[in-house]
């Protein structure tokens, strides 16, 4: 760590440690806040077969769509609203329980709406609609590649995936190939994209040293990070605790825990460049969300320290629904699709992401999880 990260990892200390004082809302205004966001979606984009059209037509269930509907069944855990499931299930069956390139695809990206069919499957007790969702996982189970993500977004989406189908299963060559693949993520390609020295994620072989950021720190890109985190997060949610790699999991959530803490931000949000604030700083929603999510799943399962991180997400939360939320439900402050800081900017109140999908699901999965903290 240098002696600039040093610096900005006591301020953001100082930051949080005054942020004790903050509480959490209660429940019923945590659910409403939720709600406001996600029927601002759901009635703008009412129509769940439209395809989108940044740049050229992409059908609604690619990544960022999927990334919604992840935090849409989180909320319908907690609120069993018909209207949201009827807006899922209707989905899925609209595109044939199917990924967007077919079941031969490897692209993880790909494999995120596998995740709601895998929830909805759950609750309907039909495995047929999961025909393309195991053909796809048995392709990757019998070819010997784990070199797939070379990209860590990929984990979110492809990882969770795996976990599911092992969890409902018990084939435990699903959590197999699951710890293979993210192992080669995490250690090997580019040389290894988890920096064990900070705790966090370059984004992919790009960003490895010698790039730097222009204070010349790693460049750790907020939302990146975040969909690491939720990946764990998700996965450790399926797997049993006994599971060979679960503790390895565990090691992995804690380490980046404590690194992210050290870089909130002190109005409660996370920069979109985690170790270099100068460099498109701001508000970030997205990433914020993510953290949230994690940290609140932390606590509620015993694994974070609720006198330590409790603060952290408190103050982010607040953060999230004073400052980003608006009256009519639109979520400010999204950075748009991208890989680096640079992208999608300027990211503000009232800028609109090319999609709107993805940070409305960070967003969902975040409120569920501090909606179960509170007693």
Not at 268 to 292: M, R
Not at 350 to 363: A, I, N, S
């Amino acid at each position: 760590m240098t002696t600039r990260t040093a610096i900005l990892t006591l301020a953001a200390m100082v930051g949080v440690s005054c942020a004790s004082a903050q509480q959490l809302p209660e429940r019923a205004q945590i659910l409403k806040t939720a709600t406001l966001v996600n029927n601002y979606f759901m009635k703008k984009y009412a129509d769940y077969t439209a395809p989108s059209n940044v740049g050229r037509l992409r059908p609604s269930n690619i990544w960022t769509r999927g990334v919604y509907y992840e935090g849409l069944m989180s909320l319908y855990e907690i609120c069993p609203d018909e209207a949201c499931w009827n807006y899922a299930f209707d989905w899925a069956q609209y595109h044939k329980w199917n990924y967007r390139n077919g079941a031969s695809t490897r692209n993880a990206d790909d494999y995120c709406a596998g995740q709601t069919y895998i929830d909805l499957s759950r609750l309907t007790a039909d495995p047929t609609c999961l025909r393309h969702v195991r053909a796809n996982m048995a392709m990757l189970l019998s070819t010997p590649q784990n070199d797939d993500w070379t990209w860590i977004d990929a984990i979110q989406m492809g990882m969770p995936v795996l976990a599911k189908l092992g969890h409902d299963t018990g084939d435990t060559r699903y959590y197999d190939k699951m710890w293979s693949m993210y192992a080669c993520t995490r250690n090997t390609i580019g040389g290894g994209l988890f920096n064990t020295a900070d705790n966090l994620w370059w984004r992919d072989a790009d960003f490895v040293p010698p790039y730097v950021e222009p204070n010349g720190e790693d460049c750790y890109w907020s939302r990146g990070n975040g969909w690491v985190y939720a990946a764990l997060v998700r996965v450790m949610n399926e797997i049993p605790a006994t599971e060979t790699h679960y503790a390895d999991y565990l090691a992995d959530f804690k380490a980046m825990s404590d690194a992210l803490r050290r870089c909130q931000r002190t109005d409660g949000f996370w920069n979109v460049s985690l170790h270099c604030p100068e460099n498109f700083g701001g508000p970030e929603t997205s990433g914020t969300a993510l953290f949230v999510y994690g940290m609140a799943w932390g606590i509620n399962h015993g694994v974070l320290s609720r006198e330590t991180y409790l603060p952290i997400v408190a103050r982010a939360w607040n953060a999230m629904a004073a400052t980003a939320v608006h009256p009519d439900g639109f979520l400010g402050y999204v950075q748009g699709t991208g890989k680096e800081p640079k992208d999608s900017q300027p990211v503000g109140y009232d800028t609109v992401p090319d999609f709107e999908d993805f940070g409305v699901g960070c967003f969902l999965l975040a409120a569920t999880e501090v909606y179960r903290i509170v007693e």
